[in-house]
T-cell receptor
Framework: GNSVTQMEGPVTLSEEAFLTINCTYT??????LFWYVQYPGEGLQLLLK?????DKGSNKGFEATYRKETTSFHLEKGSVQVSDSAVYFC????????????FGKGITLSVRP | EAGVAQSPRYKIIEKRQSVAFWCNPI?????LYWYQQILGQGPKLLIQ????????DSQLPKDRFSAERLKGVDSTLKIQPAKLEDSAVYLC??????????????FGPGTRLTVL
């Protein structure tokens, strides 16, 4: 079956530090990959996505590249801000499984001023 | 464009009571999903509707959970009777088919259920 594995958290960084959050997946088909973010007290929001191998998704300074050879979709940002403090979820959508989302456990990011 | 609406935002009940959650998807979105998010975990799909038909309910505990989507718009998720382990955030999401065949799902704010 499909699964998503995220690195263990939480992660605490100082403002302007470089961020990498690891995500690897297992899928039987050709999934699309997503990063969702959940800010305190809010619902899940789509941060970025990639629909095929070697695609790069980007938004708000965040980037992730769909790597089929390593089955990975790591999230990166060059300089984090306090406002980036949130929970980040990696997810995949398998068109062969009615496009339902399979999520990782999520990781909490805290950014200190 | 209005987002996915859910109510109530919070609910506290005692075990063995019943509870219902409501969801109004984004206008025009044919697909509606209910997810359960237990604290410290990622959301898990409970049920998926396409218009008013069920596409996937394989992870819905059907002995206590039920859901319906009358007229292919609003949806209601019910738990009867509730157990302590049902304490979670219940998320509703909706989507419409994209040109790549990948449906981007848009989530509501969720209903936080506490079962005492």
């Amino acid at each position: 079956g499909n699964s998503v594995t995220q690195m263990e958290g939480p992660v605490t960084l100082s403002e302007e530090a470089f961020l990498t959050i690891n995500c690897t997946y297992t899928a039987t088909g050709y999934p699309s990959l997503f990063w969702y973010v959940q800010y305190p007290g809010e619902g899940l929001q789509l941060l970025l996505k990639a629909t095929k191998a070697d695609d790069k998704g980007s938004n708000k300074g965040f980037e992730a590249t769909y790597r089929k050879e390593t089955t990975s979709f790591h999230l990166e940002k060059g300089s984090v801000q306090v406002s980036d403090s949130a929970v980040y979820f990696c997810a995949l959508s398998d068109p062969g499984a009615n496009s339902k989302l399979t999520f990782g456990k999520g990781i909490t990011l805290s950014v200190r001023p | 464009e209005a987002g996915v609406a859910q109510s109530p935002r919070y609910k506290i009940i005692e075990k063995r009571q019943s509870v219902a959650f409501w969801c109004n998807p984004i206008s025009g979105h044919a697909t509606l999903y209910w997810y359960q998010q237990i604290l410290g975990q990622g959301p898990k799909l409970l049920i998926q509707f396409q218009n008013n038909g069920v596409v996937d309910d394989s992870q819905l505990p059907k002995d206590r959970f039920s859901a319906e989507r009358l007229k292919g718009v609003d949806s209601t998720l019910k738990i009867q009777p509730a157990k302590l382990e049902d304490s979670a955030v219940y998320l509703c999401a909706s989507s419409s088919p994209g040109t790549t065949g990948t449906d981007t799902q848009y989530f509501g704010p969720g209903t936080r259920l506490t079962v005492l």
